[in-house]
């Protein structure tokens, strides 16, 4: 079992619907957890980070946390075609061992 | 704010030979990293550095060497490349140790 999973993809989802990107990660004592964004080619972007158990709001973008359920989700509301990139699950199991998923790809078709 | 820069972008080199990527953050912070992304794997840390002078081995680590002498700066040097060692590898630093971390733009690494 990987230390973070994520669905691979691709996910597609029309311009404008909502976006839903999950993530389980095996280590119940992980402390916090990120997602960020990674356009082809480029390097990954922080997007949201969350801490405690519940949801994170930020402009369109949501964050869930169950620590009980070891998940952690991403909701982009309204997604555009420029949201079209891979996405990248973090968990921070502390001591500086932050692990990754190896992403979801996101198209946002027009 | 020029942030965390990596030096080389784009490398090619041989097997056997040495080769050294730099790291450079203005931000002042602590923590530093060096990961390796490739396909199917995502983003797996090779070495961190909690202070200058204080390094400790990740995931990955073998055929692998760093130091820190100063603060902002972070090489990652590989003594005797092999062809399993092509990748992308990004460094990143962080204020704290369950903070975000924040990534240079990335080192493209091809060993023929």
């Known amino acids: 079992q990987k230390e973070v999973e994520q669905n691979s993809g691709p996910l597609s989802v029309p311009e404008g619907a909502i976006a839903s990107l999950n993530c389980t990660y095996s280590d119940r004592g992980s402390q916090s957890f990120f997602w960020y964004r990674q356009y082809s080619g480029k390097s990954p972007e922080l997007i949201m980070s969350?801490?405690?158990?519940g949801d994170k709001e930020d402009g369109r973008f949501t964050a869930q946390l169950n620590k009980a359920s070891q998940y952690v989700s991403l909701l982009i509301r309204d997604s555009q075609p420029s949201d079209s990139a891979t996405y990248l699950c973090?968990?921070?199991?502390?001591?500086?061992?932050?692990?990754f998923g190896a992403g979801t790809r996101l198209t946002v078709k027009p | 704010d020029a942030g965390i820069t990596q030096s080389p972008r784009y490398k090619i080199t041989e097997t056997g030979r040495q080769v050294t990527l730099m790291c450079h953050q203005t931000w002042s912070h602590s923590y530093m990293f060096w990961y390796r992304q490739d396909l199917g794997h995502g983003l797996r840390l090779i070495y961190y550095s909690a202070a200058a002078d204080i390094t400790d081995k990740g995931e990955v680590p073998d055929g692998y060497v760093v130091s820190r002498s100063k603060t902002e700066n972070f090489p990652l040097t590989l003594e005797s490349a092999t062809r399993s060692q092509t990748s992308v590898y990004f460094c990143?630093?962080?204020?704290?140790?369950?903070?975000?971390?924040?990534f240079g733009d990335g080192t493209r690494l091809s060993i023929l």
């Open positions: 973090a968990v921070n199991r502390g001591n500086n061992d932050m692990r």
């Open positions: 990143a630093s962080t204020v704290g140790s369950n903070q975000p971390q924040h």
């Open positions: 969350i801490y405690s158990n």
